[in-house]
């Protein structure tokens, strides 16, 4: 019979390995992140800190303090002038953005979006604030 201090030390190397096995949450973002830029145009190359690890540090991604959860996206254009826009980031928003359980804020103002958002971003509990104003999306903003 295997004694007690045995058993507590499988538990301890299986506990270890599944966590090594589980993808973190980071990674999760991580990937639903580079899912997104994938699916994007680009043409200023303003994502091109999406890279690496450590997608907190990436313009525009910020993250939870307290969890390190992505919770803001925050991708609107700047204006260079009147009526003039300079790198707008182009394509469809992918189903992958809802991979970021923990986002609060979506801000894709002002940039050349096309197709609709996916239908689900209205489960995301904590997602308040949407912004996709003045992009070419059609279809309707989701709500819960
Ligand atoms: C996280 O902390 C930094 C530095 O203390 C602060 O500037 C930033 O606003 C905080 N972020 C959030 C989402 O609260
Ligand atoms: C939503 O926000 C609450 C309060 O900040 C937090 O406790 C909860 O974990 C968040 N849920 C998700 C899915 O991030
Ligand atoms: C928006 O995207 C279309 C292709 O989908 C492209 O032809 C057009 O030049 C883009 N507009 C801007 C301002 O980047």
Redesign the pocket.
């Known amino acids: 019979m295997a004694k007690p201090g045995n058993l507590i030390q499988v538990a301890v190397i299986l506990t270890v390995c599944w966590s090594v096995v589980q993808p973190s949450s980071s990674a999760k973002s991580r990937d639903a992140l580079l899912a997104f830029k994938t699916s994007l145009t680009d043409p200023d190359n303003r994502l091109s800190s999406w890279r690496g690890q450590g997608c907190c540090q990436w313009d525009g991604v910020q993250c ?1 303090n ?2 390190g ?1 992505v ?1 803001k996206l925050t991708m609107y254009s700047p204006r260079s002038g009147p009526g003039q826009l300079v790198g707008t980031i182009g394509g469809e928003v992918p189903s992958s953005l809802l991979e970021l ?4 804020q979506l801000d894709f103002s002002v940039n050349n979006l096309t197709g609709s958002l996916p239908d689900q971003l209205g489960l ?3 997602l308040t604030v949407i912004d996709f104003i003045n992009n070419r999306l059609s279809g309707e903003i989701p709500s819960c």
């Open positions: 939870s307290q969890t959860h919770v359980r923990h986002l609060e995301l509990s904590n």
